[in-house]
């Protein structure tokens, strides 16, 4: 496992603790264990994909690759709210772009 991608994971597990916190308290509290848990190892997940061994590009590339993973990996958790979900979706392209810097 490389550097990157520990970082990534790590990252991603980190900032997904903020994401569930944020979802939590927009819920009043009121969330399910399950779809936290989702929205959480949803970001561990955009860790691994911004983490995977990708080639190395320019720094604008490679944010605008993060952007894209992030958006990517969070439309799936964002399908299965129904599509209610928008501040997690877009939270998920930021998250991308902050695990790529």
Request: charged share 10%; aromatic share 14%.
């Amino acid at each position: 496992m490389t550097k990157r991608l520990k970082l990534a994971l790590i990252g991603g597990a980190v900032l997904g603790i903020f994401c569930v916190v944020g979802a939590y308290l927009r819920s009043g509290g009121t969330a399910s264990p399950t779809f936290i848990f989702a929205l959480w190892f949803n970001r561990v997940i955009i860790g691994l994909a911004v983490g995977a061994p990708w080639n190395t590009t320019s720094k604008s590339k490679n944010l605008l690759r993060g952007a894209f993973l992030g958006l990517l990996v969070s439309f799936a958790f964002y399908s299965s709210t129904g599509f209610q979900d928008h501040i997690s979706f877009i939270a998920g392209m930021v998250y991308g772009v902050i695990l790529e810097a």
